[in-house]
């Protein structure tokens, strides 16, 4: 008996030992360890996903669409859940009809299903109603106008696996939007299910871009580039069209001719330096004439077409014409003709220093601020207080020695045609947000004044004498008149750095010739056949004209275009006479034409501005700018700091940071 007894009160301490075991093991991990507990179950009950945001849509000018993503839909099909299985392999054979045989093998063997795709919404519209199926939305960038302009728009981060490009970079944090988050539910397999009402956090779409482009245009500068490289097989070719009132590029097209024979697009209109040639001649009769170092009588000898330079040590060099004249050239003949001789004659009347300054001042050397990743700046030879008449001087004169880009080219060429106002170029003509609120406008935005407005219209007249009947670019003349000059520039092997007998055809000009609207420029590296600027440019030119006149919607106001050709005015002494035109507006004052003085001038405060807007700031006092430090950062300091002064084209160097400063 004492032994059963002795057994019991065993038993019952051990129920208590191993109650009060149980009881203090539960404390524990409900007082102790109760939130880690909580969090380990939920983390694998529910599982978090990413909610995409819709990507902005970049528009035309006329807001056709370009780039835009559209939601499509990715298809999970769980076994367990399927309840009728005919009728789902039926719907899905009649609306998928890929994989169906996967899918029925996959379902009949109890495994679950996935099909990638994407897949449009009236796919999946019947698929979405039966049970077992489930639809994750994701967006792809789609472009309706196929390849039309896709160097300039690119490609986003992740789209088809490739590297963001293009303006998809440049404007990501624009573009993209904010993505959302959800909470799914999880089994012990794994599988997720959509739990209602458990979204954390809205998906915020990203805005909206309109590009200054015209799409119309855009066609028209491929098309004609793509026919000049079956027909004549260049090396590359750039055209680009640029409305001189605001600015903005309506079209940019480039080819290029890769080892192998392929021809791809690509961006070079911002990025490739080339030398002008011919069609800079019109910068150094801008400077010669702004200074007032040739008027309308001003005549040198023609040499008939060829010259030899004195050099020191009794040597020569030889400067020739591709079009020999005899007598004595004027200024304006000198542009008419094209004539080497007769520009580097006139331009041993400037200093160094003066004629680098007004190639700086149009906007060579030095990236335009467009809005586009990866813009070059082209190449100006530095220290011009060492340049040598017969060599840098008469270089440059002819549009050798320097390099500049395609949307330099163009911008410079607004600038004459804006009565000497450079511009900067752009891109980006708005953007807004989904509910329509215009977050952004582009508005005209001043560089500096090159020349004045005499001048400007001075130079007009002789790109008129150059495009007339007796001039270069007479093939470029259609309806309304065209203004513009030729370029044949000898090519630069970049391995013997010797000129080799390869050239390229060119050509810059206004339209129309009255209150020009566009600015075009052509160049065309390497042409099979014929190779001159007014054989192979000016047609090219005349041509894409001719079909934006008779375009459906472009730029261009068809009401303002003359029904026949300007009036090419005389070589004589009237050809220096401006013709009186109306003067451009502009969203900011601007003053006379800078004087190139030596006195000295107070350096602006520009600290914690942009780099850029800092540059176009210390330009317009009459300063060079040279920087140190992030191209695209904030100004942290300038040498010499602000308020000390300057001489007149001295430089100011710009020290940056890639953040504001605190």
Same mark, same amino acid.
């Given at each position: 008996?004492?032994?059963?007894?002795?057994?019991?009160?065993?038993?019952?301490?051990?129920?208590?030992?191993?109650?009060?075991?149980?009881?203090?093991?539960?404390?524990?991990?409900?007082?102790?360890?109760?939130?880690?507990?909580?969090?380990?179950?939920?983390?694998?009950?529910?599982?978090?996903?990413?909610?995409?945001?819709?990507?902005?849509?970049?528009?035309?000018?006329?807001?056709?669409?370009?780039?835009?993503?559209?939601?499509?839909?990715?298809?999970?099909?769980?076994?367990?859940?399927?309840?009728?299985?005919?009728?789902?392999?039926?719907?899905?054979?009649?609306?998928?009809?890929?994989?169906?045989?996967?899918?029925?093998?996959?379902?009949?063997?109890?495994?679950?299903?996935?099909?990638?795709?994407?897949?449009?919404?009236?796919?999946?519209?019947?698929?979405?109603?039966?049970?077992?199926?489930?639809?994750?939305?994701?967006?792809?960038?789609?472009?309706?106008?196929?390849?039309?302009?896709?160097?300039?728009?690119?490609?986003?981060?992740?789209?088809?696996?490739?590297?963001?490009?293009?303006?998809?970079?440049?404007?990501?944090?624009?573009?993209?939007?904010?993505?959302?988050?959800?909470?799914?539910?999880?089994?012990?397999?794994?599988?997720?299910?959509?739990?209602?009402?458990?979204?954390?956090?809205?998906?915020?779409?990203?805005?909206?871009?309109?590009?200054?482009?015209?799409?119309?245009?855009?066609?028209?500068?491929?098309?004609?580039?793509?026919?000049?490289?079956?027909?004549?097989?260049?090396?590359?070719?750039?055209?680009?069209?640029?409305?001189?009132?605001?600015?903005?590029?309506?079209?940019?097209?480039?080819?290029?001719?890769?080892?192998?024979?392929?021809? !791809?697009?690509?961006?070079?209109?911002? %990025? @490739? $330096?080339?030398?002008? +040639?011919?069609? /800079?001649?019109?910068?150094?009769?801008? &400077?010669?004439?702004?200074?007032?170092?040739?008027?309308?009588?001003?005549?040198?000898?023609?040499?008939?077409?060829?010259?030899?330079?004195?050099?020191?040590?009794?040597?020569?060099?030889?400067?020739?014409?591709?079009?020999?004249?005899?007598?004595?050239?004027?200024?304006?003949?000198?542009?008419?003709?094209?004539?080497?001789?007769?520009?580097?004659?006139?331009?041993?009347?400037?200093?160094?220093?003066?004629?680098?300054?007004?190639?700086?001042?149009?906007?060579?050397?030095?990236?335009?601020?467009?809005?586009?990743?990866?813009?070059?700046?082209?190449?100006?030879?530095?220290?011009?207080?060492?340049?040598?008449?017969?060599?840098?001087?008469?270089?440059?004169?002819?549009?050798? !020695?320097?390099?500049?880009?395609?949307? %330099? @080219? $163009?911008?410079?060429? +607004?600038?004459? /045609?804006?009565?000497?106002?450079?511009? &900067?170029?752009?891109?980006?003509?708005?953007?807004?947000?989904?509910?329509?609120?215009?977050?952004?406008?582009?508005?005209?935005?001043?560089?500096?004044?090159?020349?004045?407005?005499?001048?400007?219209?001075?130079?007009?007249?002789?790109?008129?004498?150059?495009?007339?009947?007796?001039?270069?670019?007479?093939?470029?003349?259609?309806?309304?008149?065209?203004?513009?000059?030729?370029?044949?520039?000898?090519?630069?092997?970049?391995?013997?750095?010797?000129?080799?007998?390869?050239?390229?055809?060119?050509?810059?000009?206004?339209?129309?010739?009255?209150?020009?609207?566009?600015?075009?420029?052509?160049?065309?590296?390497?042409?099979?056949?014929?190779?001159?600027?007014?054989?192979?440019? !000016?047609?090219?030119?005349?041509?894409?004209?001719?079909?934006?006149?008779?375009?459906?919607?472009?730029?261009?106001?068809?009401?303002?275009?003359?029904?026949?050709?300007?009036?090419?005015?005389?070589?004589?002494?009237?050809?220096?006479?401006?013709?009186?035109?109306?003067?451009?507006?502009?969203?900011?004052?601007?003053?006379?034409?800078?004087?190139?003085?030596?006195?000295?001038?107070?350096?602006?405060?520009?600290?914690?501005?942009?780099?850029?807007?800092?540059?176009?700031?210390?330009?317009?006092?009459?300063?060079?700018?040279?920087?140190?430090?992030?191209?695209?950062?904030?100004?942290?300091?300038?040498?010499?700091?602000?308020?000390?002064?300057?001489?007149?084209?001295?430089?100011?160097?710009?020290?940056?940071?890639?953040?504001?400063?605190?």
């Amino acid at each position: 008996m004492a032994n059963v007894d002795a057994r019991i009160k065993a038993i019952q301490a051990m129920l208590v030992v191993g109650g009060l075991a149980v009881l203090a093991r539960a404390g524990y991990l409900q007082l102790y360890r109760g939130g880690e507990m909580r969090h380990l179950a939920e983390s694998r009950r529910t599982v978090s996903r990413a909610l995409p945001a819709q990507r902005g849509v970049i528009y035309d000018r006329g807001e056709t669409a370009l780039a835009q993503s559209l939601e499509r839909y990715r298809i999970d099909v769980s076994a367990k859940q399927v309840k009728d299985l005919a009728a789902l392999l039926r719907v899905y054979r009649a609306d998928i009809g890929s994989r169906t045989e996967q899918l029925r093998s996959r379902l009949a063997a109890g495994r679950d299903f996935y099909a990638h795709g994407p897949f449009t919404a009236g796919q999946v519209r019947r698929l979405r109603a039966l049970d077992g199926v489930t639809l994750t939305p994701v967006y792809r960038r789609e472009y309706p106008s196929g390849p039309l302009a896709r160097p300039l728009i690119g490609t986003p981060a992740g789209d088809s696996g490739t590297v963001a490009s293009g303006l998809e970079r440049f404007l990501d944090s624009i573009l993209a939007g904010r993505p959302g988050e959800a909470t799914l539910l999880r089994d012990r397999q794994g599988r997720t299910y959509e739990s209602p009402g458990r979204i954390l956090r809205e998906p915020v779409p990203g805005h909206d871009v309109i590009l200054t482009i015209d799409k119309e245009l855009q066609e028209i500068a491929e098309g004609a580039l793509a026919a000049v490289f079956r027909d004549a097989t260049p090396d590359r070719g750039d055209i680009v069209f640029l409305d001189p009132r605001r600015g903005e590029v309506l079209a940019a097209a480039s080819l290029e001719r890769r080892p192998g024979g392929a021809v !791809a697009a690509s961006a070079s209109y911002f %990025q @490739l $330096a080339f030398e002008p +040639g011919s069609t /800079a001649k019109p910068f150094t009769a801008a &400077a010669l004439l702004e200074l007032g170092r040739v008027d309308a009588e001003a005549a040198v000898s023609a040499e008939n077409g060829s010259w030899k330079m004195p050099m020191p040590g009794g040597r020569f060099r030889t400067i020739e014409d591709d079009h020999p004249e005899e007598g004595r050239l004027t200024l304006a003949r000198a542009v008419q003709v094209s004539s080497n001789i007769g520009l580097v004659k006139f331009a041993t009347r400037l200093q160094p220093a003066e004629h680098y300054d007004f190639l700086r001042a149009f906007g060579f050397g030095a990236p335009t601020g467009v809005d586009f990743s990866g813009e070059g700046g082209g190449v100006l030879p530095a220290l011009p207080h060492r340049w040598r008449a017969w060599e840098q001087t008469a270089s440059v004169a002819m549009g050798y !020695a320097f390099m500049v880009t395609p949307i %330099q @080219l $163009a911008a410079a060429y +607004g600038a004459l /045609a804006n009565d000497g106002v450079l511009l &900067a170029p752009a891109v980006v003509k708005e953007i807004r947000g989904k509910d329509g609120t215009v977050l952004y406008r582009h508005e005209p935005m001043v560089v500096r004044r090159v020349v004045s407005p005499e001048t400007a219209a001075t130079i007009r007249r002789y790109l008129a004498l150059s495009a007339s009947d007796s001039g270069t670019g007479r093939r470029a003349q259609v309806k309304g008149g065209v203004l513009g000059k030729t370029g044949t520039a000898r090519l630069l092997d970049q391995e013997t750095k010797r000129y080799v007998d390869r050239r390229a055809a060119s050509f810059a000009g206004l339209y129309p010739a009255k209150d020009p609207q566009l600015v075009v420029t052509v160049r065309i590296e390497n042409p099979k056949g014929d190779y001159y600027g007014g054989l192979v440019a !000016a047609p090219l030119v005349a041509r894409m004209l001719r079909q934006a006149i008779g375009a459906r919607r472009t730029a261009l106001d068809r009401a303002k275009i003359a029904d026949d050709r300007v009036a090419a005015p005389s070589s004589g002494p009237s050809a220096g006479k401006p013709t009186p035109r109306r003067a451009v507006r502009v969203p900011l004052p601007i003053g006379a034409a800078p004087t190139r003085s030596a006195g000295p001038l107070e350096v602006p405060d520009v600290l914690g501005q942009g780099t850029r807007n800092a540059a176009r700031v210390l330009h317009a006092r009459g300063f060079r700018v040279r920087l140190d430090g992030a191209a695209s950062g904030f100004v942290s300091a300038t040498v010499p700091a602000a308020g000390e002064s300057l001489v007149a084209g001295r430089t100011v160097v710009i020290v940056s940071r890639k953040d504001p400063a605190p």
